[in-house]
T-cell receptor
Framework: QQQVKQSPQSLIVQKGGISIINCAYE??????FPWYQQFPGKGPALLIA?????SEKKEGRFTISFNKSAKQFSLHIMDSQPGDSATYFC????????????FGKGTMLLVSP | NAGVTQTPKFQVLKTGQSMTLQCAQD?????MSWYRQDPGMGLRLIHY???????DQGEVPNGYNVSRSTTEDFPLRLLSAAPSQTSVYFC??????????????FGPGTRLTVL
């Protein structure tokens, strides 16, 4: 049972455009939603995260939008740059030190020059 | 701080061979975990540990063993490698306090091929 569904699998965006990646979750006990960025040959690294008490969080060109009633959240990358080309994973966990992160299957983003 | 380190970076095994993937962290993190990454499958949790002497299974534990004798180290053992275990393996760690919202730090990965 896939608890976090991520789409699209891959995405090509022109430089300067907006990249949008969507995730949906099933477990209403989840209350922490991070996004990880992974460059080829590297381990994933935390990009930005949100708790469900806010509907949006922005850090620079990266914004998470969160819809608790729809059980969906999305990552928006404004003014996308070739350096943003990477694989992006959404994830979810519960608010417990013993909770494990459940990841989506990932989105491979290519920003064309 | 070196963060999370993994050795080796690459490994080729023959079916039936055994090996240990090493993982170490120098951040005094109680929580450590192992994931495998396969194309189109995302990151799947193999085993995790919340402290020395405490381990538990994740989503895909079959064929893998772990132990945690120190806070710093969390090795992953393949007892009898199978081609289905060809994958990229990532170790990760985080603090256990403050719920599950602390940043999880990943190592650089080990690319394993089983022939």
């Amino acid at each position: 049972q896939q608890q976090v569904k991520q789409s699209p699998q891959s995405l090509i965006v022109q430089k300067g455009g907006i990249s949008i990646i969507n995730c949906a979750y099933e477990n209403t006990a989840f209350d922490y939603f991070p996004w990880y960025q992974q460059f080829p040959g590297k381990g994933p690294a935390l990009l930005i995260a949100i708790r469900p008490d806010v509907s949006e969080k922005k850090e620079g060109r990266f914004t998470i939008s969160f819809n608790k009633s729809a059980k969906q959240f999305s990552l928006h990358i404004m003014d996308s740059q070739p350096g943003d080309s990477a694989t992006y994973f959404c994830a979810a966990s519960m608010n417990s030190g013993y909770s494990t992160l459940t990841f989506g299957k990932g989105t491979m983003l290519l920003v064309s020059p | 701080n070196a963060g999370v380190t993994q050795t080796p970076k690459f490994q080729v095994l023959k079916t039936g061979q055994s090996m240990t993937l090493q993982c170490a962290q120098d951040m005094n993190h109680e929580y450590m975990s192992w994931y495998r990454q396969d194309p189109g499958m995302g990151l799947r949790l193999i085993h995790y540990s919340v402290g020395a002497g405490i381990t538990d299974q994740g989503e895909v534990p079959n064929g893998y063993n772990v132990s945690r004798s120190t806070t710093e180290d969390f090795p992953l053992r393949l007892l009898s490698a199978a081609p289905s275990q060809t994958s990229v393996y990532f170790c990760a760690s985080r603090l256990l306090s403050s719920g599950g919202t602390d940043t999880q730090y990943f190592g650089p990965g080990t690319r394993l091929t089983v022939l």
